[in-house]
């Protein structure tokens, strides 16, 4: 047969893939067909005389090998944050049933951060004591210093001082004419060695020279008959001092003056308290005491606020304080114990 060479150009059938898919032809055996807007490896189908054109499968080459990694691209930006979860019930409830619980014991206890939430407290003694009988606990006031000991004026170097019981002050007048301490009469403070006290001197009328030394000291020592140590010395013209007790017994009470120091009329209130904090100024009160029972158990304890110290007749007993802490400081430490869960307040 002859072969017969035509010159000519032909193109094959082209369309978009909607028109394809809307026209769904069957091609002939053979006969091929190209999508114009196809994506890679979706261009190209070819008819078998049979299948409709939806149904023929696209004409795809042999995978090639893969590509260098590409240049890493920029970095998103960052999603919203989720919803907080929350905290369960009793994971609350336990936090701030134990948040609100607070225990301290030794053979002196000093609460010295309460509030007025704190009404009551329960005490437990422990120690070589069986018989609990003979024993009380004292439980003191804000105020721990008296000054019902210098009701009778006493002079001394040219100075004067005189407690009024009804003002709750300390009067002084005069002049001193020779350094040296105007001695309170002996009396012995409740102490707890390795506690903070704090001294507050506060001016209610009359004047003081400005130079020179006065000031009311609070004196220590290891025995009960040593007060040489001037623990504490608290500035007489408004002033607040604090020390840790590191001797055993807090046992005189002093004012202390230079030269020429003086005094018109002046009157001041005088308060000492446990703890390394000056509050309002409270008139002293007497102690509350207590008995334990047989166990040695306290029960109902009124604290007193915002500082309460507790000692026992007997020196070698461990007093045990259970108390309730200050509300609002345990709902702020539960805030943060939530937040640091991922919970929210």
Known sequence: MATIYANARFTHRA????????????????????VTNGTEGECVKIGDGVTDWNH????????????????????????????????SKDYADNFLSAALKGSKEGNGVALCDTSETEHRISLALSGEVSDFSDVSVSVYSQNLLSGKNR????????????????????????TCTATGAL???????????????????????????????????VCCGDTAADNTTNWISAPLRSGTKTAKLDAKYINATKFYFAAGVEFKQYKLKIQLEAGSLS?????????????????????????FYPTTLITASDENLTITARYNRD???????????????????
């Open 327 to 345: 509300l609002t400081k345990t709902i702020e430490s539960l805030e943060k114990a939530i937040i640091f869960s991922g919970g929210n307040v």
């Open 183 to 217: 001695s309170l009469k002996t009396n012995i403070l409740p102490s707890i060695q390795g506690e903070n006290y704090t001294c507050t001197c506060t001016y209610v009328s009359g004047s003081v020279s400005e130079s020179g030394t006065a000031v009311f000291n």
């Open 15 to 34: 369309d978009t893939l909607e028109n394809w898919q809307s026209k769904n032809p069957v091609l002939l055996k053979g006969e091929p067909s190209i």
């Open 151 to 174: 009701k009778t004026p006493l002079t001394q170097r040219g100075v004067t001082v005189q407690y009024l019981e009804d003002e709750d002050v300390y009067l002084l007048d005069g």
């Open 279 to 303: 509050h309002g100024h409270k008139a002293y009160s007497e102690p509350e005491v207590y008995t334990p029972n047989s166990d040695g158990v306290i029960e109902n304890v009124r604290s």
């Open 56 to 87: 023929l499968p696209f004409i795809r080459g042999p995978k090639g090998e893969k590509g260098e990694k590409g240049d890493t691209g920029s970095k998103g930006a960052k999603g919203d944050k989720g919803d907080t979860g929350e905290i």
